[in-house]
């Protein structure tokens, strides 16, 4: 973790004009949620929200409610100033992340489907966790940026996750959403098998009702980088938090899904 820390770090006082005012650069990058060093099972999502480092009107969170360092709580005026105790203070912070002030409003959601795997983000016990393709938050959201940052974000810190897979244990990596399969394809350099799942569909009251598509594959490799064992990657289109009309119904078949693909890896 020291290592990816450290060079998405450097790569943050190094950013293209366009991207300093897309990402929140005074919040420090946040290479896990949760544990990654006690975890087998890592889900995987796009990138950091801004609510991970300010209040709903904006403001910087402090005190309990802070969840990860920032320039300001670390006393530094650049990230070119981190020395090693704020690389660990960082990392510490990553670590700890469900035992302080996780934001719950989309984690727990999440959990539903992790927790298929017999670990579960809230269990110290058999923790998961989180990752994601850009460590980096964005003031806006996802969605809203300019494709051209997209893949300015995904080409600065596209290789940073593969460092942080092959150190780790992960042996299972849950994509959440089609937007964090279609990219984890592109910078994996594979094609992960896609089945349409009836019981998966969104209906709409107009238009075409959304299919659900689950995806499955083997990676040893990412940007790359040998992993130096094989990882079991699942997916499925619906993003859980975001998709208008992802009922509890769906969360559920999605769950058994993941828990029959555990199950036979198990086997």
């Not at 969840?67 to 990392?91: C, E, M, V, Y």
């Not at 993003?239 to 029959?260: A, C, D, H, P, Y």
Request: proline share 4%.
């Amino acid at each position: 973790m020291y290592a990816a820390l450290t060079t998405l770090i450097d790569r943050l006082d190094t950013l293209s004009q366009p991207l300093k005012n897309s990402v929140i650069r005074w919040g420090c990058p946040v290479v896990s949620f949760g544990d990654l060093a006690d975890s087998s099972v890592a889900s995987l999502g796009l990138n950091p929200s801004n609510r991970e480092f300010v209040d709903e009107v904006g403001q910087e969170l402090s005190g309990s409610f802070r969840r990860f360092p920032t320039l300001q709580s670390l006393g530094i005026k650049s990230w070119s100033d981190a020395d090693a105790r704020h690389l660990r203070t960082i990392i510490d912070s990553c670590r700890a992340y469900f035992l302080g002030n996780p934001y719950d409003r989309w984690f727990k959601r999440l959990d539903e489907v992790v927790s298929a795997t017999n670990a579960s983000f809230y269990n110290p016990a058999r923790s998961a966790c989180h990752l994601d393709l850009i460590p980096y938050a964005t003031a806006e959201k996802w969605t809203d940026l300019l494709p051209s940052e997209k893949a300015a974000l995904l080409l600065v810190a596209g290789d940073t996750l593969a460092l942080l897979l092959r150190d780790s244990s992960i042996e299972i990596l849950i994509l959440n959403g089609q937007s964090v399969v279609s990219h984890f394809q592109q910078i994996a350099g594979v094609r992960l098998e896609a089945e349409e799942m009836d019981d998966w569909c969104l209906p709409r009251k107009s238009g075409a009702n959304v299919p659900g598509i689950a995806y499955k594959g083997i990676v040893n490799t990412v940007s790359g980088v040998h992993l130096g064992r094989d990882i079991m990657v699942l997916g499925y289109n619906h993003n859980l938090q975001s998709s208008f009309g992802v009922t509890t119904k769906v969360i559920e078949r999605i769950r058994e899904w993941v828990g029959k693909q555990y199950m036979r890896s198990c086997q």
